[in-house]
């Protein structure tokens, strides 16, 4: 068993309160100088560690039972969430023929992606990521299924590098962020970097981690170092947020609305369960609303 830590991380002396992710602008963020990635934005969110730590677990992150286990284990709580996320909008029966279009951003292998694309209610799924390793996982696991080819499309690239949107029909109803926001460093402009590609009364829906001493204990002690079910120097705690913060910053923004949350906790033997009031302690989901659409004329 690996020793504790003989103390906690330098972050955790900061007052939480007034400790924001959102508000650390002033970082310069590092471009990858690689050949291999292509080539990203001056303004782009990718850091040059986070690819290489996620090109490492591209091999197996199709394997239920390796290090994306917990990813393979959470991902029919994102489906019911952006489920409950949709069910809020407006009138009864809103919605319920329409097809929908997702973007999803830091996808990884393509675990939520494949199963979005696989929905009948879905017409197109966008799926983006900037580690090249992981990318080709996500095409090449794809192309096991055939069926997905005429609603899937894979890009290797970071979110500022996506064109902007030619037409409101080109915009989204679902922009997903799953385990995206906490390995961003800066992640304000990364989430306004989003707004422009989502439909008036779409969805942009996330989970991450609140900054807490339960999440530092849980998530890194515990799930990185103790057991092992995460793989080591996954996360960083300085670099989680807590729902308060990402509520407050969204209405200072304008234009959005309906905030919702639902906060999870991993049980060992039984998978991720929903547990009220856990997203202000531990993992959860954020989802909000873009003002106008069909939803606000209603």
């Not at 990318?135 to 996506?162: F, G, I, K, S």
């Not at 008036?200 to 103790?226: C, F, Q």
């Amino acid at each position: 068993m690996p020793p504790l830590p003989r103390k906690l991380p330098p972050p955790l002396r900061r007052p939480l309160l007034r400790y924001s992710p959102l508000r650390r602008l002033t970082t310069p963020i590092r471009t990858y100088t690689s050949p291999k990635p292509p080539p990203q934005p001056a303004a782009s969110s990718v850091s040059p560690s986070e690819i290489s730590h996620f090109n490492a677990l591209a091999s197996t992150w199709w394997d239920p039972h390796g290090p994306s286990r917990l990813l393979h284990l959470m991902n029919p709580l994102r489906h019911d969430f952006i489920a409950g996320c949709l069910a809020q909008n407006a009138a009864p029966g809103l919605q319920t023929h329409r097809r929908l279009r997702y973007l999803d951003i830091g996808c990884g292998g393509g675990i939520f992606a494949e199963s979005a694309a696989r929905l009948p209610a879905t017409l197109a799924v966008t799926a983006l990521d900037p580690s090249p390793e992981v990318y080709r996982t996500a095409v090449a696991h794809a192309r096991t299924d055939p069926a997905l080819a005429a609603t899937l499309t894979y890009h290797n690239m970071a979110l500022e590098a996506l064109p902007a949107p030619a037409s409101p029909a080109a915009q989204y109803d679902v922009l997903t962020l799953f385990e995206v926001v906490e390995h961003v460093a800066r992640p304000a402009p990364f989430l306004r970097a989003c707004f422009q590609h989502v439909k008036p009364g779409g969805w942009i829906v996330l989970s991450t981690i609140a900054r807490t001493w339960t999440a530092w204990l849980t998530t890194k002690v515990v799930a990185e170092d103790l057991l092992g079910v995460v793989p080591r120097g996954t996360h960083d705690w300085a670099q989680y947020v807590n729902m308060e913060e990402l509520e407050g910053w969204f209405e200072k923004e304008g234009g959005w609305g309906g905030a919702r949350a639902m906060g999870v906790v991993y049980v060992p033997g039984l998978g991720w369960r929903e547990v009220a009031g856990s997203e202000r302690w531990g993992n959860y989901f954020f989802g909000v609303r873009k003002d106008g659409g069909e939803a606000e004329g209603r």
